[in-house]
């Protein structure tokens, strides 16, 4: 009658499961909606996997690698669902907060994966794992804070010498419905990586050296679009080293606010917001306002690192977190074709 993580899910599921070697296990979110370029590139990733693997030479043995494809929060309604899409004005806020989620993975993630490493925190969903390996490496919740399931399965694989890919697709989330309930997601997420690099991890420091890193520096480069926009209102000293700093700060601002374009790029069309003319209209009105409110976003995503330090020692494993950190699985046969 008590509360089961998802860690339990996971490993009660890898237990039961029918699948054997060859096979391919994905896991989505439990409200992920594939699209027909999501499932092309998964099987794209299985055939081509499993026959480098058949082809290799005895002399040098290829192993299959994890894929790892884009989260792409759902702004508009996508091709294959007619509900979705952001309810109410006041939720478009939030909705043009949360594009960063895929703009991170169409950069930093895509860029990381093309270097056959994971050295980052990932999406909670849309992972294409080979089935030995998940058998392999497996979930221990006592290493686990709930939100980090993934990341943490994917880190482990790392630094066990496991290579990556990525895939040319992504899967289409619901918005998170506001702004406090994204908050809490957003301090949850900080939380859960926090506990990653602590001493109840199971990463070696190595790889908690460079995901303290990579966060640190991240979480730095938030505070890059605020001190852009409060610029004109302040003095500005002389010097070579002031111009070289508002230089640094100036190339961060402007990486940042490409995230949130790229981000909105990939998770919107004009199509989907109003038929004809007014849909490339309010496309372009939204577009402005998000790269508009960047410095607020940046300042929203920086809060809620600041509370996640103080939530971290009270973070538990065990439970499924509140926001969904749920999950669905399918198994491809081998080569992708089953």
């Given at each position: 009658?008590?509360q089961v993580?998802?860690?339990?899910l996971?490993?009660?599921?890898i237990?039961?499961?029918a699948a ?8 989505l979110?439990c409200d992920?909606?594939?699209?027909q370029?999501?499932?092309d590139?998964?099987?794209?990733h299985c ?9 290799s ?10 894929a ?8 508009t ?7 979705g899409g952001?309810?109410t ?12 989620r895929?703009?991170e ?9 093309n ?6 925190p ?24 709930p939100?980090?399931e ?8 790392a ?17 998170v ?8 997601d957003?301090?949850r ?5 926090l506990?990653l690099?602590?001493?109840?991890s199971a990463?070696?420091?190595r ?17 890059a ?23 640094v ?13 790229l ?9 989907h ?11 372009w009105i939204?577009?402005a ?6 410095p607020?976003?940046?300042a929203?995503?920086?809060v ?7 939530q ?13 950190s ?6 491809p046969?081998?080569g992708?074709?089953?």
């Amino acid at each position: 009658g008590g509360q089961v993580s998802v860690c339990e899910l996971l490993t009660y599921g890898i237990e039961r499961s029918a699948a054997g070697w060859g096979d391919w296990v994905v896991h989505l979110g439990c409200d992920a909606i594939l699209n027909q370029r999501a499932v092309d590139a998964i099987l794209f990733h299985c055939a081509r996997e499993s026959r480098l693997v058949a082809l290799s030479p005895l002399s040098k043995p290829r192993a299959r690698r994890v894929a790892q494809g884009a989260v792409l929060p759902g702004l508009t309604r996508t091709a294959n669902s007619v509900e979705g899409g952001v309810p109410t004005m006041f939720a478009w806020v939030p909705a043009m907060a949360e594009v960063i989620r895929a703009g991170e993975a169409y950069g930093m993630l895509h860029l990381m994966y093309n270097r056959q490493r994971v050295v980052a925190p990932i999406p909670p969903c849309f992972l294409v794992v080979p089935n030995e390996l998940e058998r392999s490496v497996g979930f221990p919740m006592e290493h686990t804070p709930p939100g980090t399931e993934m990341t943490s399965f994917a880190l482990r694989c790392a630094q066990a010498g496991v290579t990556f890919s990525w895939l040319d697709g992504g899967v289409h989330v619901p918005i998170v419905p506001g702004v406090f309930a994204l908050f809490r997601d957003r301090v949850r997420d900080h939380a859960g990586n926090l506990f990653l690099m602590g001493e109840g991890s199971a990463l070696e420091p190595r790889v908690q050296t460079l995901l303290a890193v990579l966060c640190v520096s991240s979480g730095f480069a938030k505070i890059a679009p605020i001190l852009t926009a409060v610029s004109p209102l302040v003095i500005h000293m002389p010097g070579q080293a002031a111009f070289g700093l508002a230089c640094v700060v100036g190339v961060t601002s402007a990486l940042v606010h490409f995230m949130y374009a790229l981000g909105f790029y990939m998770t919107s069309g004009a199509r989907h917001l109003a038929r004809g003319p007014a849909g490339y209209i309010l496309y372009w009105i939204l577009f402005a306002l998000t790269l508009a409110l960047v410095p607020l976003f940046s300042a929203f995503e920086l809060v809620a690192m600041i509370v996640s330090i103080f939530q971290a020692p009270q973070l538990k494993s065990g439970g499924v977190p509140a926001g969904g950190s749920g999950f669905a699985s399918s198994v491809p046969k081998d080569g992708g074709e089953g």
